[in-house]
């Protein structure tokens, strides 16, 4: 894939592989949908992805459910595929339990290598995302959020951890180009400053720019328009061109399990309150969805967490299964009301409700 210098060889873009031969237009083709093209392997991928892949609905849904894993080597149970998705090479793709991949993303495992093309259980690949593996492997892990139109391009690794936020327009891409002139034209070569490292826990907010070789310490913040070109420390929140430390996240101290259970007297304060609860909450709004309880322009504990953009109905899914996790209750389809979730104090209370620590 490099020479010594870190340059990526022509030889390992699709481009020469596709020019490099005197190849039919069809085994080009073919060469450019699948890893190891066969003929039976083409009519295969031709059937499943023409036949079923715009279908529109919970009739496609159902249908991509089940034939598309034929596409893979490796994929888990209850992978979610929306229409007009792109596959390419998926030999190079695996998938975890779980995945949501929505309408017009695109997986491209083709310059993935033996590492392959890697997503984590329970990963969301929104709306027309880009997940494209041009040169070196990609790994993103459980629990992590990829947003609407997000660009993951890698011409050297790129590994995403576990629990990663990365909000909609953002782009994490690998490689960088040196322009010559040689004689009367122009000489580009391609060159990788090593993995792009994104930590556990990181939140990207949108249209972040994320280059070559940069490591994102666990639990970072980047906030919006940020274009990362060095390392950022964990728990640091950045911003700007380049992006540059703003503050040190807080740290809170995790509360003891006995806090997290029914009110006491020593936790309550007035009836149907929980301040561990709310404090629990909190974090997991800040820490998710970029909400502000502290400074001049602070969330109210009753304020409509819909109105102020905090809360959508793909984030209020995320926080239910974390209120299912982290509070050991169990949440309804027909509990997924504004009246449970509209504020933090909703919430809480909807919390001790299930928890039997409220009467309804």
């Known amino acids: 894939m490099t020479d010594h210098r870190g340059r990526l060889r022509d030889d390992a873009f699709i481009r020469h592989r596709l020019h490099s031969g005197s190849g039919s237009s069809w085994q080009r083709y073919a060469s450019l949908v699948l890893a190891h093209p066969t003929l039976f392997g083409m009519i295969r991928y031709e059937l499943l992805t023409t036949l079923f892949g715009s ?3 919970a009739l496609g849904i159902v249908l991509r459910k089940v034939l598309y894993p034929y596409l893979f080597p490796k994929i888990g149970r209850g992978v979610v595929f929306g ?9 190079r793709i695996v998938l975890g339990d779980g995945v949501v991949v929505d309408d017009d993303a695109f997986l491209d495992g083709r310059g993935a290598g033996d590492e392959g093309l890697v997503i984590g259980d329970r990963a969301i690949v929104n709306r027309s995302a880009y997940v494209q593996a041009k040169v070196g492997m990609i790994s993103i892990g459980a629990d992590t959020n990829i947003g609407a139109g997000v660009r993951i391009i890698s011409q050297g690794p790129i590994r995403i951890e576990d629990d990663v936020s990365i909000a909609g327009g953002c782009v994490v891409a690998g490689g960088r180009y040196v ?3 040689d004689g009367e034209d122009d000489r580009k070569e391609r060159f990788t400053g090593g993995e792009i490292h994104v930590g556990k826990g990181v939140r990207l907010a949108m249209n972040v720019i994320i280059q070559d070789g940069v490591t994102v310490g666990e639990g970072a913040i980047v906030a919006p328009g940020s274009v990362v070109v060095s390392d950022v420390e964990p728990h640091v929140v950045v911003s ?3 992006a540059r430390p703003w503050r040190q996240r807080k740290v809170r101290a995790e509360p003891s399990p006995e806090a997290l259970t029914l009110p006491t007297s020593d936790s309550t304060g007035d009836e149907g309150t929980n301040s561990a609860i709310i404090e629990k909450i909190k974090q ?8 502000e309880f502290t400074g001049p322009d602070a969330l109210s ?3 409509s967490l819909f109105d102020a953009d905090i809360l959508d109905s793909l984030s209020v899914v995320s926080m239910v299964t974390w209120l299912e996790q982290t509070f050991d209750i169990s949440i309804a389809d027909d509990d997924l009301i504004p009246e449970n979730l509209e504020t933090v104090t909703n919430i809480e209370r909807f919390v001790l409700l299930r928890q039997g620590a409220l009467s309804s």
């Open 83 to 91: 229409a007009r998705v792109t596959i390419r090479h998926p030999e």
């Open 55 to 57: 279908l529109p609905g």
């Open 284 to 291: 997991w709004l800040e820490e998710h969805r970029f909400a």
């Open 301 to 303: 504990h009753d304020e």
């Open 240 to 242: 700007g061109f380049p």
């Open 179 to 181: 322009v010559e002139r």
